[in-house]
């Protein structure tokens, strides 16, 4: 296979090494909240670690095949040796189908929670409601795959769409999946404020970041400024009059993150810490990207939030994705929740960029 995906799955295998190791260590043992995070990274790692192992192994059992073929003289035990890789190659080749899916979309795809982020773009407030039908959209599509979804931070309009509005995600393959929804989304459809029939366009961004375990991103309290303020809802009414709403900003980086949803201060200031986490580590992750830029030539999952990725036409019930010229027409369906056939369409082709990469 090439460096780049051998190297990333030596890393991910050192990693679970080094968890399997820490498991059992009495300091992370007696450390609830970490010994939790250690086993949910472990336990999203557990998959893919197992099918490279296998995959090991089986390059091994090939290799010493091959030599004995060579070695020997004897013709019934060449032949035999020889049957004997091909039926190893056959299973070698299954398995390295399995890996591609499991090491699509980099280092982070066997993350099993991961932040995301929707803003309405250009088009007013049906750009607020749009972003309301990308939330529900997600909503609805965690719900049928069995994810935790849960609101972090939310900015509704009047007319109840979202300025913006900030989520987690939890479950298998969570980040994986969603990371191809980062960029621009356009829709084309008669808003609900068009009073002659005409079409309008307008457009969110959505982000997809993974979350970081607490152990990978250790964020101190002297290293972000707290501020708490009044909650408050659309048009500026009043929430409640307790200064239960926090801002966050991150001195080293400049990111600020706020959250207000909560009527307690101290949950609000753990969401925001999640949030927080989560951009700073996103920011390391797109340098380090930057870096590796031509090694993912030709993948889509980079999560370029610039890029227009999508466009949603309603009179059509189009739904067309410019990265890979995908054209469905059930975009009801889609926007109901079924976003598999996206999804698996997205994987697929990030597969056939890595397919050939498998050494004989």
């Known amino acids: 296979m090439s460096g780049s995906i051998r190297d990333n799955l030596e890393e991910k295998l050192a990693r679970f090494v080094q968890l399997e190791s820490d498991m059992s260590d009495p300091d992370v043992l007696g450390d609830g909240a970490r010994?939790?995070?250690?086993?949910?990274?472990?336990?999203?790692?557990?998959?893919?670690v197992g099918k490279y192992r296998e995959f090991k192994r089986l390059s091994e059992e090939i290799q010493d095949c091959h030599e004995m073929a060579e070695a020997t003289d004897d013709f019934e035990e060449r032949e035999m040796a020889e049957?004997?890789?091909?039926?190893?190659?056959?299973?070698?080749?299954?398995?390295?189908?399995?890996?591609?899916?499991?090491?699509?979309?980099?280092?982070?795809?066997?993350?099993?929670?991961?932040?995301?982020?929707?803003?309405?773009?250009?088009?007013?407030?049906?750009?607020?409601?749009?972003?309301?039908?990308?939330?529900e959209m997600y909503r609805r599509h965690a719900e049928q795959v069995g994810w935790k979804t849960e609101v972090m931070e939310a900015s509704p309009t009047e007319m109840g769409g979202f300025k913006e509005i900030t989520l987690t995600l939890e479950g298998e393959n969570?980040?994986?999946?969603?990371?191809?929804?980062?960029?621009?989304?356009?829709?084309?459809?008669?808003?609900?404020?068009?009073?002659q029939g005409r079409v309008h366009t307008s457009a969110a961004t959505v982000a997809v970041m993974p979350e970081p375990e607490d152990v990978e991103v250790d964020i101190k309290s002297d290293d972000y400024r707290v501020d708490k303020f009044c909650a408050s809802g659309p048009g500026g009414q009043h929430v409640n009059k307790t200064e239960s709403a926090i801002r966050l900003t991150h001195y080293e980086t400049g990111i600020v993150v706020q959250c207000q949803d909560e009527k307690s201060q101290h949950?609000?200031?753990?969401?925001?810490?999640?949030?927080?986490?989560?951009?700073?580590?996103?920011?390391?992750?797109?340098?380090?990207?930057?870096?590796?830029?031509?090694?993912?030539?030709?993948?889509?999952?980079?999560?370029?939030?610039?890029?227009?990725?999508?466009?949603?036409?309603?009179?059509?019930?189009?739904?067309?994705?410019?990265?890979?010229?995908l054209t469905l027409y059930k975009l009801d369906q889609i926007i109901g929740g079924d976003l598999t056939p996206v999804t698996e369409a997205l994987i697929e082709y990030d597969r056939d960029q890595l397919r050939g990469d498998m050494i004989d």
């Open 35 to 48: 010994m939790s995070a250690t086993a949910r990274e472990h336990g999203g790692l557990a998959k893919v």
């Open 267 to 325: 949950k609000n200031l753990a969401k925001a810490l999640r949030v927080l986490k989560a951009r700073v580590y996103e920011k390391k992750r797109e340098e380090e990207n930057a870096k590796q830029a031509e090694a993912r030539k030709g993948l889509i999952g980079s999560g370029d939030r610039s890029q227009r990725i999508r466009t949603y036409n309603y009179p059509q019930n189009r739904l067309t994705d410019h990265r890979i010229n």
């Open 174 to 195: 969570v980040f994986r999946d969603l990371q191809y929804e980062s960029g621009g989304h356009r829709v084309q459809r008669v808003p609900e404020t068009e009073t």
């Open 83 to 135: 049957t004997e890789m091909k039926s190893l190659r056959s299973q070698r080749e299954t398995l390295w189908e399995d890996l591609l899916t499991y090491t699509v979309g980099g280092d982070d795809s066997h993350r099993t929670r991961c932040v995301m982020e929707i803003r309405a773009g250009t088009g007013g407030d049906e750009a607020a409601l749009f972003a309301r039908d990308l939330y």
